[in-house]
């Protein structure tokens, strides 16, 4: 009897530590059986009027869905099809279709209405150059496929949007940014009487196997971050790494410098050499001489 009370209350301990919300699922990147391209799927799409980030001022008032690899919101081919078709003409003043894929896939067939920005500079330079004043704007990014450029010019547009708006934050200039899911691939599979021409010229098309190299390097040398023992700014820094045993010690040339009598060679040499006899695992190299 009493082991079945026990039973009975540990039960009941269980029942009141058990969550009675469900987290949200996850967004899943799945990898096609057929092609093995990364795909995202989203499985509890947001709806419109969705703003995930108000105070920021970025809103999203298409049909949208987030993904695991950045903050930009995808939206499906057959949304972009309907606001080309006028579905969401009384949200927008003005709808910018920005196509980041290489010139020659551009001009080999693209969304009616987009326009070519295969870099850095030339988004830029299509949007804030002269960003627009007042009126209702939506952006929308692609490439082949939607995976690496076009979201790499979708963070770099909000990016570069913030930092030119830094001095009224949390205004924007392009407040509703997204990528287009599945590129332009995806759009052509269902829509392609909306595409002009009405054809389709892959980044791997053997016949611009060269200019694709170069421009691919190009591209990744836009976004490549790296950190570089050459840069200046290290130079303006005191800086100590131990090495193989030895002590690197460097002081920069812009650090206030002690009395001449305190700093002169012979009692820096001194100083070196007692703690060079100190110490003698460790060797110093003073790079003042």
């Known amino acids: 009897m009493r ?19 469900v987290q949200a699922s996850k967004i899943k990147r799945a990898r096609s059986r057929t092609t093995g391209i990364p795909s995202f799927t989203c499985e509890e799409p947001l709806g419109p009027n969705f703003s995930p980030s108000a105070k920021s001022q970025e809103c999203h008032q298409l049909p949208c869905c987030t993904a695991a690899a950045d903050s930009i ?12 078709g006028g579905k969401y003409s009384h949200l927008y003043d003005e709808k910018i279709i920005v196509d980041c894929r290489f010139p020659y896939e551009y001009e080999g067939g693209h969304i009616a209405g987009a326009v070519n920005a295969p870099t850095a500079e030339a988004l830029e330079t299509l949007l ?3 960003p627009p004043s007042d009126k209702r704007v939506v952006v929308i990014l692609h490439c082949e496929y939607s995976i690496q450029r076009a979201p790499s010019m979708a963070s770099l547009l909000r990016r570069r949007d913030r930092e030119v708006n830094m001095h009224r934050y949390p205004a924007l200039h392009y407040p509703e940014i997204y990528v287009l899911k599945g590129g332009y691939r995806n759009f052509f599979s269902f829509f392609k009487q909306q595409c002009e021409p009405q054809n389709y010229v ?16 190009q591209f990744n040398r836009q976004f490549k971050r ?5 840069d200046s700014s290290l130079s303006r820094s005191f800086s100590a790494t131990v090495a193989g045993g030895a002590l690197f010690m ?7 410098q002690r009395s001449s009598s305190s700093s002169s060679l012979p009692a820096r040499a001194r100083r070196l050499g007692r703690t060079q006899s100190a110490r003698p695992g460790i060797n110093l190299i003073d790079f003042a001489r």
């Open 250 to 256: 460097a002081q920069s040339p812009t650090m206030p």
């Open 3 to 21: 082991g079945s009370a026990i039973k009975t209350i540990l039960e009941d301990q269980m029942l009141e530590c058990t969550p009675l919300k």
């Open 128 to 130: 804030l150059q002269r």
């Open 202 to 217: 892959e980044m791997n098309d053997q016949a611009f196997a060269s200019d694709c190299r170069q421009r691919m390097v």
């Open 73 to 84: 919101m995808r939206v499906e081919a057959e949304t972009v099809s309907q606001l080309l």
């Open 226 to 230: 790296t950190k570089s023992m050459n």
